[in-house]
């Protein structure tokens, strides 16, 4: 079991914890990492891209000329994928792009991303985001009073009075907070710093063991 120092909110050590080395100890597996946030970026593709084949263009099905003897090429339909304001050959259409992925797979990539960012010293445990009061101004100052200057990750516990400081950062751009349960690798990886409240890391140790 690693030991953290855990954090009040104004940035000051306060005690020690020990969190799962099965969960934030690990070498991290970088294939299943690709795979992870292959599978998040699919899952957001909207696929509602839609083209007109021949049958749904508008125009004419009549023959547009002749066979023979204009010295052009034969010609069946307007409505052909050659002429201006014909059809398209080969277009997209409405489709799915989400697959999934192993839950065992998910559960290493997610085990391997917290790995990673715990071996590059970009994980900070603090004693809990209990916030008084919704107050941006109060979000700001504690992450400046850890030096959090770029894309900062809030994990929190479900069951942990975090309301307040949820609606006091969401309106910071480079502030995100979710669950334990919420947590994906893509957020992880694109997050410079992720914060755990000592609640959140303990769950995470269960959760994802």
Same mark, same amino acid.
């Given at each position: 079991?690693?030991?953290?120092?855990?954090?009040?909110?104004?940035?000051?050590?306060?005690?020690?914890?020990?969190?799962?080395?099965?969960?934030?100890?690990?070498?991290?597996?970088?294939?299943?990492?690709?795979?992870?946030?292959?599978?998040?970026?699919?899952?957001?593709?909207?696929?509602?891209?839609?083209?007109?084949?021949?049958?749904?263009?508008?125009?004419?099905?009549?023959?547009?000329?002749?066979?023979?003897?204009?010295?052009?090429?034969?010609?069946?339909?307007?409505?052909?994928?050659?002429?201006?304001?014909?059809? $398209?050959?080969?277009?997209?259409?409405?489709?799915?792009?989400?697959?999934?992925?192993?839950?065992?797979?998910?559960?290493?990539?997610?085990?391997?991303?917290?790995?990673?960012?715990?071996?590059?010293?970009?994980?900070?445990?603090?004693?809990?985001?209990?916030?008084?009061? $919704?107050?941006?101004?109060?979000?700001?100052?504690?992450?400046?009073?850890?030096?959090?200057?770029?894309?900062?990750?809030?994990?929190?516990?479900?069951?942990?009075?975090?309301?307040?400081?949820?609606?006091?950062?969401?309106? $910071?751009?480079?502030?995100?907070?979710?669950?334990?349960?919420?947590?994906?690798?893509?957020? $992880?990886?694109?997050?410079?710093?992720?914060?755990?409240?000592?609640?959140?890391?303990?769950?995470?140790?269960?959760?994802?063991?």
């Amino acid at each position: 079991m690693a030991k953290m120092d855990v954090y009040n909110l104004e940035a000051a050590v306060v005690r020690t914890m020990e969190v799962s080395d099965a969960v934030f100890g690990i070498e991290p597996n970088t294939q299943a990492m690709y795979d992870a946030v292959l599978v998040y970026q699919a899952g957001l593709r909207q696929g509602t891209h839609n083209t007109l084949t021949r049958h749904f263009v508008s125009g004419t099905g009549k023959k547009p000329f002749r066979q023979k003897g204009t010295g052009r090429a034969r010609q069946g339909s307007t409505r052909a994928t050659q002429w201006r304001h014909g059809a $398209i050959a080969f277009g997209p259409h409405p489709r799915k792009y989400g697959y999934k992925l192993n839950r065992k797979v998910r559960r290493l990539a997610l085990r391997s991303a917290l790995s990673d960012k715990m071996a590059e010293g970009k994980m900070t445990v603090v004693e809990n985001l209990a916030f008084e009061e $919704i107050k941006t101004k109060k979000a700001v100052e504690m992450m400046k009073a850890f030096g959090f200057d770029r894309k900062t990750l809030f994990v929190v516990n479900y069951e942990e009075d975090f309301d307040n400081a949820y609606l006091s950062l969401r309106n $910071i751009p480079a502030a995100l907070v979710l669950t334990v349960e919420e947590l994906n690798v893509y957020d $992880i990886m694109n997050a410079d710093r992720i914060v755990f409240t000592e609640a959140a890391a303990l769950r995470a140790g269960e959760v994802f063991e």
